[in-house]
């Protein structure tokens, strides 16, 4: 059992609130989308009015990137989401990180500077060593209780996610809960349950594949995008030059072998596209695969039309549907069929859920909405729907083991 902001007495507590509002980052070193922030909204509201003391922890990028910045921008959009000031500190567990955590009032917030300019924020660690780290350790002090809204990151075992719920009560916010809520409990959700695998993280979609299918969770699973390219030639489909070039130069080659051991494991359950679509002429052309290859330089870029009716005569049973990752590049209107018609079809299914935060802004420029529950999480999200613990949430549910460091 997890604790949530139902169970905590808010007034006057200083609580430590872990959000993930890793967003991207425009040319300008700033906050380009706020999509991340105002999922917290809620959460950060409520504990507000309910007259908290909120100190944020967040992450934003990794080191090396170009998204690896300050979160001042971050504090300033939040202040115009919750309407009120919020400040933004230039440090996460310094000496002025603990003095203006211990200066806020009943309702005030403030941002701490993101948990990944310090080294160890970047690496993953079990609770007990997390709890040991200079931001556990340096910040812990100055907090009474530790909550976490962060589902998206709840799959990396790194201090802030892991650490802060190993000394302190720690609690599971409005975001966190809601996901919980529905991706925890992905083994009850009415059958026929099919998953959906499109998009361009093969590995990660083979990963899910074989958990999914090993565990018994699906009785299908529908291919497309490059996935679903990577299958086609897995079953000695010859999908061209420009598909299979792109494969390789993702270094996804071995791919192609795991997805042939999947086939021959449990090919009855795996759909394969039955036609793709390629640009000719600078319009969308669709081929059956008994007519591949296709030109030199014709990438398979979307699902075609047979395997879109194909799909939606396997979703009319359904009585879940999982999906991750686009058809195909739905950012070009006329390869944005396939997404549209077939997470559209997808909407109709009792029960039908979004992983992926990606999948999720697609869906939005797309029009596509209607789903039971579109989950803030990528990594996360692909996680718990192979019923996987993640490492944040088993922290949050094992509860405090040590004592909360004191003050030097
Ligand atoms: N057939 C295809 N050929 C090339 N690219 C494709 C094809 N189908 C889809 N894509 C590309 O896949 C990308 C998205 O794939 P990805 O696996 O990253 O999904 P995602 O929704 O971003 O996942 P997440 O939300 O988990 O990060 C899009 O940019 C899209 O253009
Ligand atoms: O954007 C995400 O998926 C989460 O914020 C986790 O970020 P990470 O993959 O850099 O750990």
Known sequence: MIDTLDDLDVEGTTVGVRVDINSPIGDDGTLADDARLRAHVDTLSELLKRGGRVAVLAHQGRPGGDDFVSLESHAERLSKLLERPVDHVDTTFSDAAREAVRNLENGDCLVLENTRFYSEEYMEFDPDRAAETHLVEGLAPALDVYVNDA??????????????????????????????????????????????????????????????????????????????????????????????????????????????????????????????????????????????????????????????????????????????GPAGVFEEEAFATGTRQLYGAATDVEMSIVGGGDTASALRSLGVDGFTHVSTGGGAALRMLTAEPLPAVTALQDGPKRQQPADD
């Open 151 to 324: 589902f998206a990151a709840a799959h990396r075992s790194q201090p802030s996610l892991v650490g802060f719920p190993t000394v302190l009560p720690g609690y599971a916010g409005r975001v966190m809960e809601s996901e919980l809520d529905v991706l925890g409990t992905i083994e009850e959700t009415p059958e026929p349950r099919i998953y959906v695998l499109g998009g361009a993280k093969v590995p990660d979609s083979i990963d899910v594949a074989w958990s999914v299918l090993e565990k018994g969770l699906a009785d299908h699973v529908l291919t497309a995008g490059v996935v679903g390219n990577v299958f086609l030639i897995a079953d000695g489909v010859d999908v061209g030059d420009a598909s299979s070039d792109f494969i390789y130069d993702q270094g996804y080659w071995d791919e192609i072998d795991r997805a042939a051991d999947l086939l021959d494991a449990y090919g009855d359950s795996i759909a394969l596209p039955r036609d793709v679509a390629v640009e000719r002429d600078g319009e969308r052309h669709e081929l059956g695969v008994n007519a591949l290859p296709p030109g030199d330089e014709e990438a398979a870029m979307d699902i075609g039309s047979s395997t879109l009716a194909y799909y939606e005569r396997l979703l009319e049973d359904a009585g879940t549907v999982i999906l991750n």
